[in-house]
């Protein structure tokens, strides 16, 4: 793959607009585009770029399941606690 950040920069925007015109846009996430910028600059290859967006959505998710675990006023180690106490 080029090095040229141009060439990167127009083959991103390919990506991107194939994407949104599948119903899927992937320039919303701020995460994803500022990795992304990385790339283009060349500051990071595109191996490094995916596997620190799959930590980032594996930590996002990991938040989202926090928040619905307090949401609901459960604490896995309390209930399972409960549970084995009887």
């Known amino acids: 793959m080029s090095t040229d950040p141009e060439t990167r920069r127009a083959n ?3 990506a991107i607009d194939r994407a949104a015109a599948r119903g899927m846009p ?3 996430d701020p995460a994803f585009v500022a990795l992304l910028e990385e790339w283009i600059r060349g500051d990071i290859d ?3 770029m995916r596997e620190r967006y ?3 959505i594996a930590l996002q998710a ?3 399941r926090g928040l619905r675990k307090s949401r609901l ?3 896995p180690s309390e209930s399972s606690d409960e549970a084995n106490e009887e």
């Open 12 to 14: 991103a925007q390919r």
């Open 46 to 48: 595109i191996k490094a």
């Open 54 to 56: 799959l930590d980032i």
């Open 73 to 75: 006023g459960i604490n």
């Open 62 to 64: 990991a938040e989202r």
């Open 26 to 28: 992937i320039d919303k």
